[in-house]
């Protein structure tokens, strides 16, 4: 893969900052209050030193008529001075905007981008959806307390086609590890914990050579069985599936860790690598690989098959009871 080129003039002089959202844009989102950040199911959790509560509690909108109201997309948060003694809580690589109830990250990263001002590795990160969307345009539930972002890749991740999906699920799957978290990659968009629990989703969408990812993570909840889709391919869990962890980590936290783990993947083992030797170590990442498996496209066609690997765009491989290999460059895989 090529290196990422240069920012725009206007992305290069956007620092990292973590930013609370309180123009507001609508219909894509809610104005920001103080309340999304802290507590139960909140962006930043609640294992918050007391100082911090309080700048918090007293974050405000500023008056649209002042400077500060007709600039920018909302404040910077910045600690007390007794928290940077320690480790800055917002301490990001990219810009990170946060919001409160959106219809969808997407519309926001879209949104922002008109103004060039999601540079690469910038994201979205809301608090609620109330459009989000996954595969085929179907729902995705949005719990609060759940991660639900969608952030700007660099140019160098892609590159077009199918591809661009499973490497965006290398990407993260690998970030994960990183982290201690043993996800795998279900072709072509979802994360699993070990090979049974959906935790995760992956959707990408493209504009005018711009790429945005939108991810989900089930962090604190995972949808009912009665409330997911009749028929899904895997049952849903949490990131932590039942590692008996008392406290999770907040969005917020969870994303910091992440993007900094996607960097440091991305530098290493993509970014002046070829797409064939990429591919060649997603493949101990890959769900289900070497069982028997269905692909169904968005209406009722199946195809049966072994699950052999990927192709060099990104394609599944899948050899028939005839012995033929078919290469599918999309649809939906379960298990018989």
Same mark, same amino acid.
Not at 181 to 192: C, H, M, Q, V
């Given at each position: 893969m090529e290196p990422t080129g240069p920012p725009s003039p206007r992305s290069r002089g956007l620092p990292p900052a973590v930013i609370a959202l309180t123009r507001g844009f609508p219909p894509y989102a809610r104005p920001f209050s103080p309340a999304v950040l802290m507590g139960r199911d909140s962006l930043l959790g609640e294992r918050l030193s007391p100082s911090l509560q309080a700048y918090l509690s007293n974050v405000r909108p500023p008056d649209k008529n002042s400077p500060a109201g007709r600039s920018g997309a909302g404040i910077p948060l910045t600690p007390p001075k007794e928290e940077t003694a320690g480790e800055d809580p917002?301490?990001?690589? #990219?810009?990170?905007?946060?919001?409160?109830?959106?219809?969808?990250?997407?519309?926001?990263?879209?949104?922002?981008?008109?103004?060039?001002?999601?540079?690469?590795?910038?994201?979205?990160?809301?608090?609620?959806?109330?459009?989000?969307?996954?595969?085929?345009?179907?729902?995705?539930?949005?719990?609060?307390?759940?991660?639900?972002?969608?952030?700007?890749?660099?140019?160098?991740?892609?590159?077009?086609?199918? #591809? #661009?999906?499973?490497?965006?699920?290398?990407?993260?799957?690998?970030?994960?590890?990183?982290?201690?978290?043993?996800?795998?990659?279900?072709?072509?968009?979802?994360?699993?914990?070990?090979?049974?629990?959906?935790?995760?989703?992956?959707?990408?969408?493209e504009r005018g050579g711009i790429l945005l990812a939108g991810v989900g993570i089930n962090l604190a909840h995972a949808p009912r069985p009665e409330d997911l889709r009749r028929k899904a391919a895997t049952p849903a869990g949490t990131l932590f599936g039942d590692r008996g962890e008392e406290r999770f980590p907040s969005p917020f936290a969870l994303w910091r860790s992440l993007v900094g783990a996607a960097i440091v993947e991305y530098t290493r083992n993509v970014a002046h690598r070829g797409l064939s030797e990429i591919l060649a170590d997603l493949v101990p990442l890959l769900a289900w690989r070497n069982s028997p498996v269905i692909v169904t496209d968005g209406g009722d066609t199946r195809i049966s098959g072994l699950y052999v690997g990927i192709g060099p765009e990104g394609d599944l491989l899948l050899r028939l009871d005839t012995g033929e290999i078919r290469s599918l460059h999309g649809g939906s895989l379960s298990r018989p």
């Open positions: 917002f301490a990001v690589p #990219a810009v990170v905007y946060l919001a409160e109830e959106v219809t969808s990250t997407f519309d926001l990263a879209w949104k922002l981008l008109e103004t060039d001002a999601l540079p690469p590795w910038g994201a979205v990160l809301a608090a609620r959806q109330t459009e989000g969307r996954g595969q085929y345009r179907r729902s995705w539930q949005s719990l609060a307390g759940n991660l639900h972002l969608t952030f700007r890749l660099p140019e160098g991740a892609n590159p077009g086609g199918g #591809a #661009a999906s499973v490497l965006t699920g290398y990407l993260l799957a690998s970030a994960f590890r990183r982290l201690g978290f043993p996800l795998s990659l279900k072709w072509p968009n979802d994360l699993l914990l070990g090979d049974r629990d959906k935790v995760g989703g992956i959707l990408l969408e």
